[in-house]
Structure formats: structure tokens, C-alpha cells
């Protein structure tokens, strides 16, 4: 550490979840440490990710309280959504969290450089005519939305947009299949925006349980959006009253106010100069790195989604700490992918952790399969159907619980329990042997005696 051969013992390219945590640790340590960013603290998630995202599913949750209210005796009349009012006290949060995230970064001792910065030679940075060196140089600008190559691809928008519109749309047209996609389709939903949503797929949220991904259309369609699969948007069109026509696949137009493109996010690496380096992106457009996280070129590093497989704001903040570890610890820390636990805040929400059953019987061979499937104690004195979905797949040899999924209301905050379970190996024996909590949801997954498939 301190090589005096270098302005900096690290330099760090974007201040994400991953590139201030690595950087105030790092500094902490007694590591020089520079970071570079173009736009505002916090990255992805705290700008135009999971937390002002987050705050809109609040939004949107508010609505189904609303609708539960007057089984228990509530009458709430002319219950009005404000957008502007909503937008405004977002807008609020998100500067917090910058200027936070700004102190952190103050205080830990690292020196912020606000500006575009491109790598020149393995130890060199520059940005804004100036030149930083530095021993390694950590690479974490993230992702970037994608749209597809349409012909009026430029009349709809992006999770980046969104955020910022100044009113919500009446009628809104969602292309994707991905969390994001049914996401937004819950949010503009909930908020009383007629709400389409089109998928190229059969079904969308590929690589989910198959049972969470059914359950999930059923509900959503009962909550008025319009599901369409095995479709897709071919060309957008400016109508003459200034809507937008969504021309798709089979002929139909969709007349809307708003089209929200949610069809993937692609690594954030234009303009580094990683080409001239030699450093080559993977299919996908990732950096390839080594358990290490480093790249083919030894004194660069990449982190959280501009490298890995699973784009998780924790798994960023994982990764951060493995190469602190391995930069300026005891280098002992291994980064593991498995049993990752991860949310969709959709209407309903999703919680899941380990395999799916198609993931089980392709790896294990021999699994049982434990299903329940109820209405919510707390929809019993309303006229709402909704319908929450728990499923457990366990190893018939091992006995270990292998897959955990959720299908209702706080299924993120539930799964998050029962990941240290599964994370510390438990059983199925494990689970019976534990008393629930009753009356709760939660107490389903440890009282689930009859397979519902082996």
C-alpha cells in the first residue's frame, strides 16, 4: 500500500453501490484512493433503480390497502393520487442519498473526481485534461437500459426516464418480460393507469419458478393489466393528437400515452478505452474478470453489473468487499453465487432463493416438491381473491431444501429469513422441527407435510 511509484493505490471508475463501498473501505484501510463519476452519487440503483423504484410500488401499495379498507369497516371517500406531489418527495429522498453517499466518500478520505473518465494505459486515468496514476484501477460503471432497433424507438422511454415524468400517464404500454417490465406494469396499475404490458415470450420472467411465473400472470390480469404474450412491438408511430400507436407483431395498434421499453440492460463500458487496452467484452457485453474480479489486464478490476452475472445491488456490495479483501485484507474471502436470495416487487411480490423445480430435476435427478396455496387471512373480510403461492423443493437423498419461492404480500422480506436457513444447509427436517408463527404467511413454509410432486 502507498507505492510511491503512483498518485494512488486505487482508482475507481463510477460511484455505484459497488465503487463507494470498495472506495471508502479501501480508504479506511489507509488506501489512496480516487473516484471517478459522470453523474450523480449512488449509481443505478439510488437514482434510477431499486429505490426510487421501491417508492413507487409504496405508491402503488397504497392503492390495495384502499381496496381492503372497507371490509374492515373503513370509508375512505374520493381517495386522490397526486403524481407531482409523489415525483417532488422522491425527488427529496434521491438528493438525501446523494449527498450521503457524498459524505461517506468525504469522510472516508477517498478524493471524488465528477467527470467522465477513460482508462490511457493499465495505471493511468484521465478525465476532464488531467491525469490520474494509480496501482490498480477498478472498473464499476454499471448498466445502461436497452431499446430495441425499431423504427419510433425514440418516442418511448426508459427506467431512466421514468422517474422524471412530470404526470402519469392514462394509458401505458410496457415491452419486456423481465422484473423490471412487470414491475412498472404493477406500479402504473396500481396507480390507476390503464396498463399494457407485451412480451415476445411465452411467458415472461424467464429463469423463475415456473408455478411464481404463472401465479403472477393470473394475479396481475385479475388486477386489470393487460398481458400479451408471444408479442411484441414492431414499430411507434406519432398519432395526430399526440398519443403514440404501437404497432405489433400481429397487426394490432395500440393507441397509448406512454411506452416504457424494459427490455434488458446492457454493461456500461462506452468510451473507457478497455478496447485499446485489450481488454474484449464477453458475448453478453461484460468484462470478463477471474475469481479475483480482475481482468485480462493485471492491474484492472471490474465489479457489479458492467462483469456480473447476477446485476443485484447486494451482490455488488458483495463483490466490493471480496476484492478489498483480496487488494488490501488477507485475501482468504471467495465470492459465491450460489443461493443468492433476490425480490420482484411486483403485485403481488415475489421472494426466492436456490433452485427451480426445472433447475432441481435437471441437477438432482430426485426431488420432492411441497406446494401450498392460499387466500390471505388478511383478504378474508373483503371481496379480493388474490391468492398467495409457496413452494419448497427439497433433494429426496439429501433431504436439503433446495429451492424456496413466494408468490404475496412481503414475499422479499419473508425469503430473507429463510435464505440464512437454506445458506447454512438446513433440511426439510429442519424446517418441520421449527415452530411457525401463527397466524402469518410465513408460518407456511415449516408446516407443508404432503409433497405436492415427487
Keep these: 500500500m502507498n507505492d510511491t511509484q503512483y498518485d494512488y493505490d486505487i482508482a475507481v471508475i463510477g460511484a455505484g453501490s459497488a465503487g463507494v463501498r470498495l472506495a471508502r473501505m479501501a480508504a479506511s484501510k489507509g488506501a489512496r484512493v480516487v473516484v471517478f463519476e459522470k453523474g450523480a452519487l449512488g449509481g443505478t440503483c439510488v437514482n434510477v433503480g431499486c429505490v426510487p423504484k421501491k417508492l413507487f410500488v409504496y405508491a402503488a401499495d397504497v392503492s390495495e390497502q384502499l381496496r381492503i379498507a372497507h371490509g374492515y369497516g373503513w370509508t375512505i371517500d374520493s381517495a386522490q393520487h397526486n403524481w407531482s406531489t409523489m415525483i417532488k418527495n422522491k425527488d427529496q429522498e434521491i438528493n438525501r442519498l446523494n449527498s450521503v453517499y457524498g459524505r461517506l466518500l468525504d469522510r472516508s478520505g477517498a478524493t471524488t473526481v465528477h467527470a467522465h473518465a477513460t482508462i490511457t494505459d493499465p495505471h493511468t486515468v484521465s478525465a476532464n485534461g488531467s491525469r490520474w496514476t494509480a496501482k490498480h484501477i477498478v472498473v464499476a460503471t454499471g448498466g445502461w437500459p436497452v431499446v430495441p432497433e425499431i423504427p419510433g424507438a425514440e418516442l418511448g422511454i426508459t427506467s431512466n426516464e421514468v422517474f422524471h415524468l412530470e404526470e402519469r400517464p392514462e394509458r401505458v404500454l410496457i415491452v419486456g418480460g423481465g422484473y423490471i417490465a412487470v414491475e412498472f406494469a404493477g406500479i402504473f396499475a396500481g396507480l390507476g393507469s390503464q396498463t399494457i404490458q407485451v412480451y415476445r415470450g411465452p411467458l415472461f420472467l424467464r429463469?423463475?419458478?415456473?408455478?411464481?411465473?404463472?401465479?403472477?400472470?393470473?394475479?396481475?390480469?385479475?388486477?386489470?393489466?393487460?398481458?400479451?404474450?408471444?408479442?411484441?412491438?414492431?414499430?411507434?408511430?406519432?398519432?395526430?393528437?399526440?398519443?403514440?400507436?404501437?404497432?405489433?407483431?400481429?397487426?394490432?395498434?395500440?393507441?397509448?400515452?406512454?411506452?416504457?421499453?424494459?427490455?434488458?440492460?446492457?454493461?456500461?463500458?462506452?468510451?473507457?478505452?478497455?478496447?485499446?487496452l485489450g481488454v474484449e467484452l464477453d458475448t453478453l457485453g461484460r468484462i470478463p474478470v477471474n475469481t479475483h474480479f480482475q481482468t485480462v489486464v493485471p492491474s484492472i478490476y471490474a465489479l457489479g453489473d458492467v462483469s456480473t452475472r447476477l446485476q443485484l445491488t447486494p451482490v455488488a456490495l458483495a463483490e466490493a468487499m471480496r476484492l478489498l479483501d483480496h487488494l488490501f485484507g488477507q485475501g482468504t474471502q471467495q465470492m459465491s453465487y450460489d443461493l443468492v436470495p433476490t425480490a420482484v416487487f411486483s403485485q403481488p411480490s415475489i421472494g426466492t432463493v436456490g433452485l427451480t423445480e426445472a433447475q432441481a430435476r435437471e441437477r438432482l435427478g430426485e426431488i420432492t416438491v411441497f406446494l401450498s396455496s392460499f387466500r390471505p387471512m388478511q383478504l378474508t373480510m373483503t371481496d379480493l381473491v388474490e391468492r398467495t403461492l409457496m413452494k419448497l423443493i427439497v433433494c429426496t437423498v439429501t433431504d436439503k431444501v433446495v429451492g424456496l419461492h413466494m408468490l404475496g404480500p412481503h414475499a422479499g422480506e419473508i425469503t430473507q429469513g429463510f435464505a440464512v436457513a437454506m445458506k447454512a444447509g438446513a433440511t426439510k427436517a429442519d424446517f418441520d422441527r421449527t415452530i411457525g408463527i401463527h397466524p402469518t404467511a410465513a408460518e407456511e413454509f415449516v408446516t407443508m407435510r404432503t409433497p405436492a410432486r415427487h
Excluded: Y
Excluded at 411507434?236 to 400515452?257: F, K, M, P, T, W
Design 207 to 276: 429463469g423463475f419458478d415456473r408455478d411464481i411465473r404463472e401465479g403472477l400472470a393470473h394475479e396481475m390480469r385479475t388486477r386489470g393489466v393487460d398481458l400479451q404474450f408471444d408479442t411484441d412491438v414492431v414499430r411507434l408511430e406519432r398519432g395526430a393528437d399526440g398519443s403514440i400507436e404501437a404497432h405489433l407483431n400481429d397487426g394490432e395498434i395500440r393507441v397509448v400515452d406512454c411506452v416504457l421499453f424494459a427490455t434488458g440492460r446492457s454493461p456500461n463500458t462506452l468510451g473507457l478505452g478497455l478496447d485499446a
